[in-house]
């Protein structure tokens, strides 16, 4: 357990063991989510990239651009086996000469390992960020207010960046009607500040950050999803994380193939359902009972005592059948709209 893992546990955090997530007592009040609130985002995990050819080399690597990334900017990005399907999503970043990727930290390791493989005469340097870094991911109606004390201007859309002595923020997409954002800042710089932050913005844990995640409609491979979607199947291309004039990367050819030949019949819906749930469940039509139709991509108790998620589906099913987790006889999921629209 790194050092900043180790304050939140003695600032009245309890940490998962096997994926950081955090948890704090005293969540908030059903059906509500707190004016200005706070979590630290201990489950995700950094690699950081530096050196002459780091851009060159991650640009081949991903689904996204990286040699023309401003440093005002952060983007989605996916990384694929040679079949196209997601081993990784990232949020993607350039702060001074580094190139910041965020992941699950479950994933981490072996994702860092993978890209290490093929560095091979590149110029560029992977190494571990999360124990120098902290993040923490901020919301609410008045979330624009308590960061203006330490940013005084706050980057005005989605994935827009800025960076001051007090670390970078990136605007993220908003969820539930409000403002999110992520302050990414140092470790330190972040426990000499935590009291000053929980003054104002109540802490959450990383289920209720994971529910925004979910009402934004994006996306996050995880563990149990590693390899099962190609980036259109969970509307990837729609929120910004495919670049398709750029040249190729693993499984470029698969993705580009999914994009222009042929129709799409799989996307990621938001639904709810009124049973626990968990990212690489199945979900099953009870047209065609005997067959899964779709997975759940991320999942997260909702503040009404059921469970809000992102499932990626086959069309038909969601739209001629009801759908149900787990099994035919399983409990019925509800859908719900993105806050952006599909293709017709």
Known sequence: MNTWLQFLAANGARIDENDASVRFDGTPPA???????VAPLADQGLIGLSGDDAASF?????TNDVENLPQTEARLAGYCSPKGRLLASF???KTGEEILLQLPRQIQPPIQKRLQMYVLRAKAKLQ???????????????????L???FPILPAQA???LDSDHGSLIRLPDAFGAA???WILPA???ANLWPEITRIAHPVGTDIWRLTEIHSGIPQITLPTQEQFVPQMINFELVGGVNFKKGCYPGQEIVARSQYLGKLKRRMLLASVAAEARAGMEVFSSADPDQPCGMVVNAAPNLQGATDMLVEIKIAAAEDASVHLGSAQGPALSFAALPYSLPA
């Open 31 to 37: 059906g509500e989510l707190p004016r200005i609130y």
């Open 58 to 62: 991650l640009h081949n690597q991903i």
């Open 91 to 93: 949020l993607m970043w």
């Open 128 to 146: 571990d960020a999360g124990d120098r870094l902290a993040l923490l991911g901020i919301g609410g109606a008045g979330s624009g207010e308590m």
């Open 148 to 150: 203006a004390a330490w």
């Open 159 to 161: 994935y827009a960046k």
């Open 180 to 182: 999110r954002y992520q």
């Open 188 to 190: 330190e710089s972040a």
